[in-house]
């Protein structure tokens, strides 16, 4: 089975940097994703790691610990428009499924 | 490129009514397909799953059912609505192993 862990909510203040972490268990691991969704909208592709180490895309960074079961999503120079719900996902590899965690809602104040 | 479709973007539909909600893929062919809900404030839970045509995997005992009756059209049904379908659904699809892509969701209301 899949269990994926993620902070509920979290708060920041604009300008700031704010990593927000992701525990998963898996029979079989193929990838860590991360993703931003706006209220009411779909989500969008923000990263992905299947190698141990650290993405870089911007503002936004991404590592991951295969042993630990263990990734952050890092994201720099706050912007208000960084308000959104981040949500961690892991494809395994036994079944190709993509499973999504309940999300970190992330809430940034000028 | 390629782009994915969903309707309706809000639906209302009493309790006992049937469901119909169509999503279809263009440019890409053998996409793998799925159908996630969301309740207000929570995550997204995989609904069905599936690699082909005819191949669909259902992920939680409920109310809901789904087919795949061409490559690229994935469809998710159910014959009487309970309030509790009420959520906002989500149609993705994915190359093999690769990050999925969503459509622009429904927003059902059971009323």
């Known amino acids: 089975g899949q269990n994926i862990d993620q902070p509920t909510e979290m708060t920041a203040t604009e300008g700031a940097i704010v990593q927000i972490n992701c525990t998963y268990q898996t029979s079989g691991f193929n990838g860590l994703f991360w993703y931003q969704q706006h209220a009411g909208e779909a989500p969008t592709f923000l990263s992905y790691?299947?190698?141990?180490g650290l993405e870089e895309k911007g503002r936004f960074s991404s590592f991951l610990s295969r042993s630990k079961g263990y990734s952050y999503l890092l994201l720099k120079e706050l912007q208000m428009k960084d308000s959104a719900s981040y949500l961690c996902a892991v494809r395994d590899s036994n079944t190709d499924k993509l499973i999504f965690g309940t999300g970190t809602r992330l809430q940034v104040f000028p | 490129s390629q782009t994915i479709h969903q309707w309706p973007a809000t639906l209302v539909q009493p309790v006992g009514s049937p469901l119909s909600l169509e999503c279809t893929v263009e440019g890409t062919s053998n996409p793998n397909l799925y159908w996630y809900r969301q309740a207000a404030g929570r995550g997204l839970q995989l609904l069905f799953y599936s690699v082909g045509i005819g191949q669909i995997s259902s992920e939680v005992p409920q109310n809901l059912s789904a087919s795949r009756p061409q490559d690229r059209q994935f469809i998710l049904s159910s014959k009487k609505l309970l309030l509790s379908d009420s959520g906002f659904y989500l149609c993705a699809w994915s190359r093999e192993s690769a990050e999925a892509f969503f459509g622009q969701g429904t927003r059902l209301t059971v009323v």
């Open positions: 790691n299947v190698l141990d």
